[in-house]
């Protein structure tokens, strides 16, 4: 059974910063793809962010210049760093992992994100 572990979530204001982490064992993380969703009420969710396996990112067009995914391989942790928060940031985040050998994600259990005055 494969886990992703996240954390960081909460409410902050708008402007503010938060930084969401996801763990998994290092077997999957080494070799996979990792990312973030996001599904906010009523919307369809979506590909914020994600890194290969080398240091390659991809950012939907509403979070560029905000928001920075990485990964740390030594903890088998991907982060991603959310500066400038907006109202329309708020959702579910959640972490995924693709490995290579599979053509389906991992999923973590969501972390919700509200950015609200």
């Known amino acids: 059974q494969v886990q992703l572990v996240e954390s960081g979530g909460g409410l902050v204001q708008p402007g503010g910063s938060l930084r969401l982490s996801c763990a998994t064992s290092?077997?999957?993380?080494?070799?996979?793809?990792m990312g973030w969703y996001r599904q906010a009420p009523g919307k369809e969710r979506e590909l914020v962010a994600k890194?290969?396996?080398?240091?390659?990112?991809d950012y939907v067009d509403s979070v560029k210049g905000r928001f920075t995914i990485s990964r740390d391989n030594a903890k088998n942790t991907v982060y991603l760093q959310m500066n400038s928060l907006k109202p329309d940031d708020t959702a579910v985040y959640y972490c995924?992992?693709?490995?290579?050998?599979?053509?389906?994600?991992?999923w973590g259990q969501g972390t919700q994100v509200t950015v609200s005055s």
């Open positions: 995924y992992a693709r490995p290579p050998w599979k053509n389906y994600n991992f």
């Open positions: 290092g077997t999957i993380f080494s070799r996979s793809t």
């Open positions: 890194i290969n396996t080398g240091v390659t990112t």
